[in-house]
């Protein structure tokens, strides 16, 4: 099973010039359960006494999945955890030479004697430790093997993957998880950057190669340019990768305008799984087909998202979707009228930058049988 952490309340909260109350993040928190997250990491008790208050106001709402803080990998930073009651946490280091030589100026053992010592409290505590490898992408595999066989050692119980800067290709993702899953050290989680708009698609990637779990946000929201997206890593395991579950369409839509507008975040219209255009079918050959089929061109239906099918009435419309429209209109259209209307509906389009409704439609249809 492929299991979906989603961090939307840690790392989409880092997106600049985001920041959610209280409220919000609980009602966060609850519609991702609804929505299908397995797992939640909800925040950074390091930051201080506000954001501790609002982690242990996320455990009290008691959802039955795993709550997750983010740490460094230092005993301060692990026990603003413990105070919180949480039992599940992510540990990080950096394990680039770039991300170490910035901030242990180099010194690996010093490195890995601290994740020692923190882990070794963590699994002391009984805490499901996951060791967060910042920028593994970068990292030499060599020592993120090393890093695992340690953390198994220890006791840890998955490593996070982070290809924190985005900089890899589906492809090289899947090479490097093939490489690192086939040790059969740790349990492998992805973490993702949409740097290079492929966020999401390197999240599938590593699952494909032997990751089984994947940190999202919605909307992919994030820092730069943000995290895999939750609704369309949801999506992609439950209709692609054999995992059928039903999905919660109505919390997923709560959870989407909640997510959108607490960020103060304005959804395209063409989002993939949620953009509210990515049914309206326009081209005169699609939407011929879609009359014959609705599968000819829709991977899934919009009501598996809570969404609408339409046929705009535009520049590349063809008779298939004016007849529609006005047999809709309760019409028996001559199709030969029907035809010579087609040049008149492009120009009024082109020239208005508008598409025409069914009423304008009908109104044009009439005028030409002189009525």
């Known amino acids: 099973m492929f299991l979906i952490n989603d961090t939307t309340l840690r790392d989409g909260e880092q997106a600049p010039y985001v920041a959610f109350n209280t409220q919000e993040k609980l009602e966060i928190a609850q519609l991702l359960y609804e929505a299908g997250a397995h797992e939640l990491e909800v925040g950074i008790p390091a930051m201080g006494k506000k954001e501790q208050e609002d982690l242990k106001e996320i455990l009290n709402l008691n959802l039955p999945i795993q709550i997750m803080s983010w740490n460094r990998a230092t005993l301060t930073d692990l026990e603003a955890s413990l105070k919180c009651g949480l039992k599940a946490v992510d540990l990080s280091i950096p394990v680039s030479d770039i991300l170490i030589d910035v901030k242990f100026k180099g010194d690996k053992t010093r490195l890995l004697n ?132 039903d999905i919660n369409i109505k919390a997923l839509k709560a959870l989407i305008r909640k997510v959108s507008r607490a960020s103060n975040r304005r959804l395209d219209t063409s989002l993939p799984i949620i953009g509210k255009n990515i049914f309206a079918h326009e081209s005169g050959i699609h939407v011929n087909g879609m009359m014959k089929s609705k599968s000819s061109y829709e991977p899934f239906t919009p009501k598996e998202v809570g969404l609408k099918r339409d046929f705009p009435i535009g520049k590349h419309s063809g008779s298939s979707t004016l007849m529609y429209h006005l047999e809709s209109l309760g019409i028996t ?16 389009v082109t020239n208005r930058k508008k598409v025409l409704n069914a009423v304008e439609l009908k109104e044009l249809y009439l005028c030409s049988l002189g009525i």
Not at 122 to 140: H, M, P, Q, Y
Not at 335 to 343: C, M, S, Y
């Open 333 to 348: 259209p001559n199709k030969e009228v029907v035809q010579q209307l087609l040049p008149k509906v492009r120009d009024i």
């Open 114 to 245: 601290q994740l020692e010592q923190t882990v070794t409290q963590a699994k002391k505590e009984n805490l499901f430790v996951c060791i967060g490898g910042e920028d593994s992408s970068r990292a030499d595999l060599g020592f993120l093997k090393e890093v695992m066989t340690l953390g198994k050692e220890l006791g840890a119980n998955r490593f996070r993957y982070c290809d924190t800067v985005g900089i890899l290709t589906p492809h090289k993702t899947y090479e490097n998880i093939k490489a690192l899953s086939s040790e059969n050290l740790l349990d492998i989680e992805m973490h993702t950057h949409n740097d290079f708009g492929m966020a999401t698609a390197n999240a599938i990637a590593g699952f494909e190669a032997g990751a089984t779990s994947a940190n999202t946000t919605v909307i992919g929201l994030g820092e730069r340019a943000g995290n895999a997206s939750f609704e369309q890593v949801l999506m992609t395991i439950n209709r692609l990768m054999n995992q059928s579950s």
